[in-house]
């Protein structure tokens, strides 16, 4: 680990650490979150909270009674928030002035997806129809190694995609119904299927309500 211990900034962001951890640069910053909450990824699959939600009261229980003890994550490639849009959320709400600590990454956008799906697949529940959407995107169906990080395998990623994203059935269209050219009856048009007994033209009509 090789640490730098003098003050630097980043985007006017003061960061508080900079390292290098097996490999990979590691930085935490002050980041507004007002720039967070702006910079909400649109495929994120968590789902969203809101005030009056179990889980919102909860979270502002803990940030109340211990702080922000998980940063959010933030993508300086793609300036996407990919991790902690709930806690941002309910900061935000509270104080728009507020600095959050922040772990920003670098990295293109589908190792940002992959990071973004693992992160949640951890720690809550998803909405499962966007979730399949980004399966779809990272053609999980096609690429087993596209799901390796992310916590799912391959049987997960298929059933999710075949539940929310096969095309609805196509509408049936309405029967029609024939008047049989000897009696007059009304009925299916099999019911009159004999020889001697084919529909005259003009004689069939929609089927009734």
Same mark, same amino acid.
């Given at each position: ?5 003098? @003050?630097?900034?980043i985007?006017?962001?003061?960061i ?10 590691f930085?935490?910053?002050?980041? @507004?979150?007002?720039?967070?909450w ?8 968590r789902?969203?909270?809101? %005030? ?11 940030l109340?009674?211990?702080?922000l003890?998980e940063?959010?994550v933030?993508?300086?490639?793609t300036?996407n ?10 900061? !935000? ?7 959050v @600590?922040?772990i ?6 589908e190792?940002?997806?992959? !990071?973004?799906?693992a992160?949640? %697949?951890?720690?809550n ?5 966007k ?7 990272l053609?999980?169906?096609?690429? !087993? ?11 997960? =990623? ?12 196509? @509408? ?8 049989c ?5 009304t009925?299916?048009?099999?019911? !009159?299927?004999? =020889? ?14």
């Amino acid at each position: 680990m090789v640490r730098n211990e003098q @003050p630097k900034s980043i985007n006017g962001w003061k960061i508080l650490i900079e390292d290098e951890i097996a490999g990979h640069k590691f930085i935490r910053a002050l980041v @507004p979150v007002q720039h967070l909450w702006e910079h909400r990824s649109d495929y994120n699959p968590r789902k969203p909270v809101t %005030r009056g939600d179990k889980l919102y009261s909860d979270l502002t229980g803990s940030l109340t009674d211990y702080g922000l003890v998980e940063d959010p994550v933030y993508n300086l490639t793609t300036h996407n928030l990919v991790g902690g849009e709930q806690r941002v959320r309910v900061i !935000f709400d509270s104080d728009h002035d507020a600095l959050v @600590p922040t772990i920003l990454m670098e990295c293109d956008a589908e190792q940002e997806v992959r !990071f973004c799906i693992a992160l949640n %697949r951890i720690h809550n529940e998803f909405d499962d129809t966007k979730l399949a959407d980004v399966f779809r995107m990272l053609k999980a169906d096609q690429d !087993f190694a596209a799901l390796k990080t992310t916590g799912f395998d391959r049987d997960d =990623a298929g059933a999710i995609m075949r539940r929310f994203l096969e095309d609805p059935p196509a @509408p049936k269209t309405p029967a029609r119904n024939v008047i049989c050219p000897h009696c007059g009856h009304t009925g299916p048009p099999k019911e !009159f299927e004999t =020889a001697d007994t084919e529909p005259r033209p003009g004689m069939e009509q929609e089927a009734k309500a």
